[in-house]
Every structure is written in structure tokens, then in C-alpha cells.
């Protein structure tokens, strides 16, 4: 293995011809599972289920519906689109890959163009991810802490991750000597997925919970927070999952600097703040119980954004693959993205 496969081991989301495998990420870390779409409607409900998770991935695999649709014909093609688009509103990659898709069958693109092209999107991906580890990585210093939240490694991506891929350049260049991952209720997709995908690839981490972050960075074991997005503003502001706000402010307070990691394709200029972000809400029952079992008295309710947004003046850089931009604004943001 080369330097960067050392710490890389997962994919995700698999292209198999004729239908499209996905690791099952609401089984780990103790069972994995893939489950095969063969067509479009079974690609949308895997990202409504979060069998597949991550809003690289999510665009990844929407890519790969509409292809499953093509291979079917242009009627399947036509109700496949909107379909795929509904599954998940926050995360601006799934309407970038689709728009991209749909730009191709404007053009005339056949099946096999178009899986030409839902492949070229994924090695993008993963290219993007590995370029954004480096950029990254040189902006934390030496021997740092690092906290992390959610999961934005390969289950989230096509491979290396964006945060995680930060961590993952970070640990192979001596730069991080400690990792922390916040546990991110409800679905622990912190303690489930990033705690796996670290220990299964040799890189030690710390679990704590989401309530412990605060007292953790007064601590100064930690000096970066690094996050991903599923939405970037036009002024920099950001969509991540929910509980990023409060590690955003707590970081200020505690003087850690604040770092998010996402490909070009999650920046959305159309989008002039964080304040026009849709914000996904999902079902209550998921705050109202744990692993099937409630845990909240009988007729209690549940407020459940899944998201929320940072606004840019919380932020120290956002990192793509097109490079850095240090203390965001509008201003910031056009110059590179405009």
C-alpha cells in the first residue's frame, strides 16, 4: 500500500454493471451487510433509509440510479430524476450529480455514456478527497488534537473521506497525535461509523459524547474542530449535521480553530445564505427511542432537524479541492467559486 491506501481500506457504494452495491451503514459496526439496487426507486429508498449516508455519496449514488434507469429506457429515465431528487432535500451534492446527469441526457448521452459519466463523478471524488486530505492537513500545525463530528470518511464518500480525509493526511504526516469523535445522536453515526472506520484502518481515536465536547476543548486536548458539509452558502455560512452549530461556538469560546472540508460540488452560489437552507426534518420517533426500543414516556414529542448551519464568521477555512479560503465571506467565496 502507498502512503495514502495505508489508511483507506472502505468503499461504500459499488458499481457491479447491473446493479449498484451499498454497504448497509445503519448495520455497523457489527454487521456488514450490502444490500444491490437494480433500479432507481430501489437507489431513492436506500438514500431515504440511510442505507447510504454522506452527501458525496448520496450524489455518488444518485448518479448511479439514474444510470440503473437508463439501462431501462428513457420513460424510466424521466420518472426516475425527480424521484431521486426528492430523496433527501439538504445535501446539494445529489442535485449536483443529477444536474450533471441530466446535462449528459440532454445531450444525447446513452446508457453506456452515462455510466461513463457516473463513474467519472465518483473518481472525482475520490481524487477531490485525497488533494483536500493534503490542503488540509498543512494548515493544522504539529502534534495537534483534532475533534471531529458525524461521519466524513469513505462510507460517506467514494473514499478517504473529507474530514476524515483531513485526519487521515493529518495522522500518515505525524501532524495529529490525538482524534476525537463526538458520538452524534440520534443515529451515532460518530460512534458507529467514524470509531469503525478509524479503528478498522489503524488510526487511534477517542469516543465522546456530543454533551462532553464543550468541557473536552476547555480541556486543551484539542485545537482543531474539523467538520464536512452538505451545503455550502454563497457567503460562506454552512449546512453540516446537526450539533456542528454548538461545537462551532463552543469552539470561539475555547480559542480551537474551526475547519470544513467538502468538494466544489457542495458549494451551492445560488444559495445566498445559510438562512435559504432547507433543513431536514425527520421522523420524531428516531429522538424517542434507541435500537428499536423507546425510551421516552408514552405521549412525550420530538423536535428532529437533522441538520443546522454555521454561519461563516464561525468558520477559520473552508477546504475543497480547489483550495483554501481562510476566514470566509461573500466576498471570499465569489473570488474562488463566483
Known amino acids: 500500500m502507498n502512503d495514502l491506501d495505508s489508511h483507506d481500506s472502505i468503499r461504500a457504494v459499488l458499481w457491479r454493471g447491473d446493479r449498484l452495491r451499498l454497504l448497509d451503514q445503519r448495520k455497523l459496526p457489527f454487521v456488514e451487510d450490502y444490500i444491490d439496487c437494480t433500479t432507481a426507486a430501489q437507489v431513492a429508498q436506500a438514500i431515504r433509509d440511510l442505507v447510504v449516508r454522506g ?5 455518488i449514488s444518485a448518479a448511479w440510479g439514474v444510470v440503473l434507469a437508463a439501462q431501462r429506457g ?3 429515465v424521466d420518472a426516475a430524476l425527480p424521484m431521486l431528487r426528492a430523496a433527501r432535500p439538504t445535501a446539494v ?3 449536483w450529480a443529477l444536474d450533471r ?4 441526457i440532454t445531450e444525447g448521452a446513452d446508457a453506456p455514456a452515462l455510466e461513463r459519466e457516473a463513474q467519472q463523478i465518483q473518481d472525482e471524488d475520490l481524487a477531490a478527497n ?4 493534503e490542503l488540509g492537513a498543512s494548515l493544522l500545525g504539529e502534534s495537534v488534537g ?7 470518511g469513505s462510507l460517506a464518500t467514494a473514499g478517504y473521506g473529507t474530514a476524515l480525509g483531513v485526519i487521515r493526511a493529518g495522522v500518515g504526516g505525524g501532524r495529529i497525535s490525538r482524534v476525537f469523535a463526538g458520538e452524534t445522536r440520534p443515529w451515532l453515526q460518530g460512534a458507529r461509523l467514524t470509531m469503525w472506520e478509524l479503528m478498522r484502518d489503524g488510526i487511534p481515536a477517542t469516543l465522546v459524547s456530543d454533551s462532553a465536547a464543550a468541557h473536552l476543548m476547555k480541556s486543551g486536548q484539542v485545537q482543531w474542530v474539523v467538520v464536512g458539509a452538505d451545503r455550502i452558502a ?3 455560512d454552512v449546512a453540516n449535521k446537526i450539533g456542528t452549530y454548538q461545537l462551532a461556538i463552543s469552539a470561539r469560546h475555547h480559542g480551537v480553530r474551526f475547519m470544513v472540508v467538502a468538494p466544489a460540488s457542495t458549494v451551492d452560489m445560488a444559495t445566498v445564505s445559510g438562512d435559504d437552507i432547507e433543513i431536514e426534518m425527520r421522523d420524531s420517533s428516531e429522538l424517542l427511542a434507541h435500537s428499536g426500543q423507546r425510551t421516552v414516556v408514552d405521549g412525550a414529542v420530538a423536535w428532529n432537524p437533522v441538520f443546522d448551519v454555521t454561519p461563516a464568521g464561525l468558520i477559520d477555512a473552508i477546504v475543497t479541492e480547489r483550495g483554501v479560503i481562510e476566514k470566509p465571506d461573500a466576498s471570499r467565496m465569489q473570488a474562488m467559486f463566483g
Open 55 to 59: 452527501a458525496p455519496a448520496i450524489g
Open 74 to 76: 428513457r420513460d424510466a
Open 93 to 95: 451534492n445529489l442535485m
Open 101 to 104: 446527469m441530466q446535462r449528459r
Open 130 to 133: 485525497r488533494h483536500m486530505g
Open 146 to 152: 483534532v475533534m471531529t463530528h458525524c461521519n466524513t
Open 234 to 236: 454563497a457567503n460562506g
